[in-house]
Nanobody, 126 residues
Framework: QVQLVESGGGSVQAGGSLRLSCEAS????????RGWFRQVPGKEREAVAS??????????YYANSVKGRFTISQGNAKNTVYLQMNSLKPEDTNMYYC?????????????????WGQGTQVTVSS
């Protein structure tokens, strides 16, 4: 079992920045992929970014809609993952969820992750 807690959401104006944090506990050694997804009510969860928690490889993936604006990274404590969001747009407004798993599928598929946090709200005003 893995427990995930997100923080860092809030309200900003377009062009602003936020940094989301995801702190994991439990069986984190095996579940060493971390993903950020976002979702609005009534729609499917959309992949934002993913990272493999191995500093030797530094494997990351990004959705085209956030490339060049968002950065996923691992904290000094391996159990913490960040999502730095710059140049935010109103269409980035969403509930953002942290996910963990062994990635038994595509990085952008929610089904590839076995554990989820409760989410943190990001609101970007124009």
């Amino acid at each position: 079992q893995v427990q995930l807690v997100e923080s860092g959401g809030g309200s900003v104006q377009a062009g602003g920045s936020l940094r989301l944090s995801c702190e994991a506990s439990g069986d984190t050694y095996r579940n060493n992929w971390r993903g950020w997804f976002r979702q609005v009510p009534g729609k499917e969860r959309e992949a934002v970014a993913s990272i493999y928690l191995d500093t030797r490889n530094g494997i990351t993936y990004y959705a085209n809609s956030v490339k060049g604006r968002f950065t996923i990274s691992q904290g000094n404590a391996k159990n913490t993952v960040y999502l730095q969001m710059n140049s935010l747009k109103p269409e980035d407004t969403n509930m953002y969820y942290c996910a963990a798993g062994v990635l038994d599928g595509s990085w952008y598929s929610a089904r590839s992750y076995g554990y989820w946090g409760q989410g943190t709200q990001v609101t970007v005003s124009s």
